[in-house]
T-cell receptor, first 114, second 109 residues
């Protein structure tokens, strides 16, 4: 089944404790993104990647890191989480440089930083 | 700065038609997307416009005018299950996706 998977789905952690949220897709998509969604603000792109070893900052990259060593995986790293990073996070993927590039979303990761 | 505007909330009646507008100002343009999102769930794709005009897909249609920086999503024969948030997004010249805050659509019987 074609899908985007994220883990964990729910996470409660404390300020300063490094964490990684994994994202994997099995559709051979070039383009992958991380978003955070907060009430009243909609989706905001954190980082995106147009292919392996290529990453770009989105609207809100501060406090986050990403890597794209393989085409299928795009982990999101919070080196020192803070309470303002409490949010709902989505990973998404799509084809790139094709006429039609629908983004497929993962199920979301709800992160709480205490 | 880059900006996408859409109404915060709209209300419509079951069986009716509703139009959700989206205006955008972005650095370049590589396509406009509409997504549907039910509360607590991931967004799901509805439509994609890169050329001016109307794209129809069943009960849903999307229109784009690049010169006006304007799009709308038209939903016909509204059903209760259409109650959701509708998100407008534009891909800019750097292939970054810029999202509106979403329009919450409430359907009344």
């Amino acid at each position: 089944e074609a899908q985007v998977t994220q883990n964990p789905r729910y996470l409660i952690t404390v300020t300063g404790k490094k964490l990684t949220v994994t994202c994997s897709q099995n559709m051979n998509h070039e383009y992958m993104s991380w978003y955070r969604q907060d009430p009243g603000l909609g989706l905001r792109q954190i980082y995106y990647s147009m292919n392996v070893e290529v990453t770009d900052k989105g609207d809100v990259p501060e406090g986050y890191k990403v890597s794209r060593k393989e085409k299928r995986n795009f982990p999101l790293i919070l080196e020192s989480p803070s309470p303002n990073q409490t949010s709902l996070y989505f990973c998404a993927s799509s084809f790139f440089q094709r006429e039609f590039n629908e983004q497929f979303f993962g199920p979301g990761t709800r992160l709480t930083v205490l | 700065g880059q900006n996408i505007d859409q109404p915060t909330e709209m209300t419509a009646t079951e069986g009716a038609i509703v139009q959700i507008n989206c205006t955008y100002q972005t650095s370049g343009f590589n396509g406009l997307f509409w997504y549907q999102q039910h509360a607590g769930e991931a967004p799901t794709f509805l439509s994609y416009n890169v050329l001016d005009g109307l794209e129809e897909k069943g009960r849903f249609s999307s229109f784009l005018s690049r010169s006006k920086g304007y799009s709308y999503l038209l939903l016909k024969e509204l059903q209760m299950k259409d109650s959701a948030s509708y998100l407008c997004a534009v891909m800019d010249s750097n292939y970054q996706l810029i999202w509106g805050a979403g329009t919450k659509l409430i359907i009344k019987p």
